[in-house]
């Protein structure tokens, strides 16, 4: 799984409880969370049980003595990130941990007992959309465990970690012009199967941290905790609270809490402006005026030359000028305050597809 717990960014981080809000629908904000409560599985059976409804993936039910096991007892030398919900080792799966599995390198995502509602709705959310779902750029789910107050999850082990660390680290290489535009094609392939999916799925969380890289720097997405269900029928858009990362979420949706597809279409534009630049969404230690990426940036991105002079320096000038020009073009698109005037994620993949040439 790479690094995806590590620490989070303190300027890049998700909304705060203060920002939160209930549907409109909702009365009782109180009642209305022990509702939620008591319909969530408090145990293996049960969520089994659930996730058999829906399942599409076959998913291996660990204990938690076996997680030890594959973790060396969680040893210190293991650990490959801490993050808000708890931390993630490093493991390996042998033939003689569970009958027909066979011998393989995995992430093991231990959530913290300590926020035990809203971590285990983000757990269970991950156990039930990675179930269900398979994709060559989602992260693959193995297995998970459900033991008492335990909620772990069991992952493919994604060897270069995040987007986020290979971009923003001054102890890692540059990554090249061409990489990043893979990692954007392969981000856009992910988001257009969840958009178009039998039942549609809002990713909500669309971040570099949350994009990992395997060996090959190819690219899947990754902490489904936030995902949503998207709106079916007649409906425009799922109402409901509002959580995400500063710097990427959608105004529109900070606004009214009215989640749709073209959030997170607005949240991969911001993205493609930290792959452009080189710079974090939201950076407090920037100049006033530079401190959010897109108020700063998205005026450059429709003028051909000046749009060259926000290019991540480090790159040097080992980039095609036409290959940025039109990415800007795209994130400049992506990025609009209209949320119908954005493109569809299949729209993105296809303008990135040519741009795979060109890099």
């Given at each position: 799984?790479?690094?995806?717990g590590?620490?989070?960014?303190p300027?890049?981080?998700?909304?705060?409880?203060?920002?939160?809000?209930?549907?409109?629908q909702?009365?009782?904000?109180?009642?209305?969370?022990?509702?939620?409560?008591?319909?969530?599985?408090?145990?293996?059976?049960?969520?089994?049980?659930?996730?058999?409804?829906?399942?599409?993936?076959?998913?291996?039910?660990?204990?938690?003595?076996?997680?030890?096991?594959?973790?060396?007892?969680?040893?210190?030398?293991?650990?490959?990130?801490?993050?808000?919900?708890?931390?993630?080792h490093?493991?390996?799966?042998?033939?003689?941990?569970?009958?027909?599995?066979?011998?393989?390198?995995?992430?093991?995502?231990?959530?913290?007992?300590?926020?035990?509602?809203?971590?285990?709705?983000?757990?269970?959310?991950e156990?039930?959309?990675?179930?269900?779902?398979?994709?060559?750029?989602?992260?693959?789910?193995?297995?998970y465990?459900?033991?008492?107050?335990?909620?772990?999850?069991?992952?493919?082990?994604m060897?270069?970690?995040s987007?986020?660390?290979?971009?923003?680290?001054?102890?890692?290489?540059?990554?090249?012009?061409?990489?990043?535009?893979k990692?954007?094609?392969?981000?856009?392939?992910?988001?257009?199967?969840?958009?178009?999916?039998?039942?549609?799925?809002?990713f909500?969380?669309?971040?570099?941290?949350?994009?990992?890289?395997?060996?090959?720097?190819?690219?899947?997405?990754?902490?489904?905790?936030?995902?949503?269900?998207?709106?079916?029928?007649?409906?425009?858009?799922?109402?409901?609270?509002?959580?995400?990362?500063y710097?990427?979420?959608?105004?529109e949706?900070?606004?009214?809490?009215?989640?749709?597809?073209?959030?997170?279409?607005?949240?991969?534009?911001?993205?493609?402006?930290?792959?452009?630049t080189?710079?974090?969404?939201?950076?407090?230690?920037?100049?006033?005026?530079?401190?959010?990426?897109?108020?700063?940036?998205?005026?450059?991105?429709?003028?051909?030359k000046?749009?060259l002079?926000?290019?991540?320096?480090?790159?040097?000038?080992n980039?095609?000028?036409?290959a940025?020009?039109?990415v800007?073009?795209l994130?400049?698109?992506c990025?609009?305050?209209n949320?119908?005037?954005?493109?569809?994620?299949?729209?993105?993949?296809?303008?990135?597809?040519?741009?795979?040439?060109?890099?």
């Amino acid at each position: 799984m790479g690094n995806c717990g590590s620490k989070a960014n303190p300027t890049s981080r998700r909304v705060s409880d203060s920002l939160k809000q209930e549907s409109p629908q909702v009365q009782s904000p109180r009642a209305e969370k022990e509702k939620e409560i008591s319909k969530l599985p408090s145990n293996a059976k049960e969520v089994e049980d659930l996730r058999k409804e829906t399942a599409g993936n076959p998913l291996v039910s660990f204990t938690f003595s076996e997680l030890k096991f594959i973790t060396e007892n969680f040893k210190r030398e293991n650990l490959l990130g801490v993050g808000g919900f708890g931390c993630v080792h490093r493991g390996f799966i042998t033939e003689n941990v569970k009958q027909g599995l066979q011998p393989v390198q995995v992430a093991v995502k231990v959530h913290d007992a300590d926020n035990s509602f809203q971590g285990h709705r983000e757990w269970l959310a991950e156990v039930i959309f990675l179930g269900q779902l398979s994709h060559p750029n989602l992260v693959k789910l193995i297995g998970y465990c459900c033991e008492g107050e335990h909620r772990v999850l069991v992952y493919e082990f994604m060897a270069r970690g995040s987007v986020e660390s290979h971009l923003f680290s001054r102890m890692l290489v540059c990554l090249p012009w061409a990489i990043r535009m893979k990692i954007a094609f392969d981000a856009a392939k992910g988001l257009a199967f969840l958009h178009e999916a039998e039942k549609p799925v809002i990713f909500r969380d669309f971040k570099t941290s949350n994009i990992l890289l395997d060996q090959a720097y190819n690219a899947k997405l990754s902490d489904f905790g936030l995902a949503k269900n998207g709106p079916v029928g007649d409906t425009s858009h799922v109402t409901t609270r509002i959580m995400g990362t500063y710097g990427y979420a959608a105004p529109e949706y900070l606004k009214t809490g009215h989640l749709t597809a073209m959030s997170d279409v607005y949240s991969f534009g911001v993205v493609l402006l930290e792959l452009v630049t080189g710079k974090r969404s939201l950076d407090k230690s920037r100049p006033v005026r530079q401190q959010y990426l897109v108020d700063w940036v998205v005026p450059y991105l429709t003028q051909k030359k000046r749009v060259l002079a926000v290019v991540d320096p480090r790159l040097g000038k080992n980039y095609p000028e036409r290959a940025v020009q039109k990415v800007a073009r795209l994130a400049y698109h992506c990025l609009n305050h209209n949320p119908k005037a954005r493109p569809l994620m299949r729209d993105v993949v296809d303008s990135l597809e040519p741009l795979q040439l060109l890099a």
